[in-house]
DNA sequence: GAAAAACTTGCATGTTTTTGCGGGAAACTA
DNA sequence: TAGTTTCCCGCAAAAACATGCAAGTTTTTC
């Protein structure tokens, strides 16, 4: 008899373990996830990533579809064509390599922390990579950052405002200065448009430099992500010492030979 | 009988706490809890883990969900509407009023203004539509109207930096109320929840309130775009006196007899 | 302190939602 | 054009759901 009960209480402590149920919305969520993520979702990938039928994926997508959350199409489905968000409809210039960094970077941001973030396709590609679960306040001046974090259910996000730099969806100017003179944050993240084994990063927009500099005043720990094909070139103003970068993320190995330089500099690699 | 096991086992899963049956308070604390920590509960995972059936889960849910704490759906519940996509996908409710407004406002903002603007569907709507030639200068605190703002040609746009509120896409709290009672525009243009024709402008929302009664103050001209379903319904938090209204935008004819108290009081309608 | 009222819970009932599958249509590919 | 893949439609089983009701519990009231 007590072998029975012992039975029956291991049975529900398994229950603890459960398998991967996923609710309707949360495949939804995953699926239109995986779409900002990939620009792109195909039925069958997803039935197999999601442990369904196709005819449900297909289910999802046209309900997804009739939402106007994406667009149907034969194999899969993609973006929704009228998007309100104009910076991203822009293609993205080398997505893959962004999209590697992002995957790689994840992991620099803990529970927890405090962290500043400026601009950028590959920043914004990261943002859509965050944990669900990940816990942490963000300091930001980009507005499509901005957006993107108000859809993560524990992130806490503080927008420093000013005056709008189109180009960028990115605010500058002094208020966006002073905001991060009185912080003292646990990580910065920077996309880089320009790295150089002996500048640093540098800037080819005087106020965005401005900006990013103050940026990386305010952190304990300077991060820049950056496609190899900008590394060791060289703008105008600069942002951050090369003394002052810690880590070094790019879509390399990290033994690729134009990151030597900065592994003898004692820069971390990812 | 079977019964009589699941208790007995949940009694030994439970070790530590002490009663076996926990109060419905209890349950929804339990619930409320899971749900934090893992994003998303099961009515099946629930009815085992407090051992009542899931009808009673069912109806802690329901009871939950119409507090506004949890969001049901089929299968269990996920946290309340804390998904990304909820504010520009939602469908806009009453598109077709907020378009008419939208449409009739637009003359309101003319070259050379400083206009402040708060967030909201309707002011969207009339951002989507100003003119490609219209010089001016936009403060605003909501994310979608600067990211749509950002996409004109000829508008400077300052962003009011400040905490995100996520549900609302905007920023809240001192910082952005500093920045307002610093300036002093011509116009100010309010998505209006709530107007009376003896109250004025009211706000559900505590915070929010207290960001666009600064709004108001900046301004020398105030104008509330209101769908006229709104119209003679009340908020607990002041936003703007009906003496502190200048004009009133909706989609009806200015002669419909709901807005006859306006007219009196020598209000502006469009 | 006892009767009445209100509340809570589990179960039986019938209904709705979700899902996978088969087969034929449609769309792609070569 | 032939052949494969993907889609769509209807169906059926399983799961989840709403509802009414009865039994038990708690609170109120006098």
Same mark, same amino acid.
């Given at each position: ?107 620099? !941001?803990?529970? *927890?922390?405090?962290? /500043?973030? &400026?601009?950028?396709? %590959?920043?914004?590609?990261? @943002?859509?990579? +965050? ?26 996000? !503080?927008?420093? *405002?000013?005056?709008? /730099?189109? &180009?960028?969806?990115? %605010?500058?100017?002094?208020? @966006?200065?002073? +905001? ?91």
């Amino acid at each position: 008899m007590r072998n029975n009960w012992r039975k029956f209480a291991s049975i529900l402590l398994d229950s603890s373990i459960k398998k991967q149920v996923l609710l309707k919305e949360e495949r939804h969520a995953y699926i239109l996830q995986r779409l900002s993520a990939r620009q792109k979702v195909l039925t069958s990938s997803l039935s197999e990533e999601l442990s369904v039928s196709e005819d449900t994926i297909r289910r999802d997508l046209k309900e997804l579809a009739d939402n106007g959350q994406l667009r149907k199409v034969h194999g899969g489905a993609l973006p929704p064509s009228h998007n309100p968000y104009a910076y991203r409809d822009r293609e993205v210039y080398a997505l893959e390599s962004k999209i590697k960094i992002a995957e790689k970077a994840r992991s620099l !941001i803990q529970d *927890g922390q405090v962290v /500043l973030m &400026d601009g950028g396709t %590959t920043n914004l590609e990261l @943002v859509k990579r +965050l944990p669900q679960d990940l816990h942490a306040t963000f300091f930001t001046n980009s507005l499509p950052v901005a957006v993107q974090l108000s859809g993560h259910p524990h992130i806490e996000v !503080i927008f420093a *405002g000013g005056k709008l /730099l189109k &180009d960028a969806q990115a %605010t500058i100017g002094l208020e @966006v200065v002073h +905001l991060f003179s009185e912080i003292r944050a646990d990580i910065c993240i920077l996309g880089t448009r320009s790295l150089h084994h002996e500048a640093g990063i540098t800037e080819i927009n005087w106020e965005e430099a401005q900006v990013k500099r103050s940026l990386v005043q305010a952190a304990k720990k300077v991060v820049a992500l950056v496609i190899s094909e900008k590394i060791d070139t060289l703008q105008p103003y600069t942002v951050c010492d090369i003394k002052g970068l810690h880590t070094v993320v790019t879509e390399l190995d990290t033994t690729d030979e134009i990151l030597i330089p900065y592994k003898k500099r004692g820069i971390v690699l990812i």
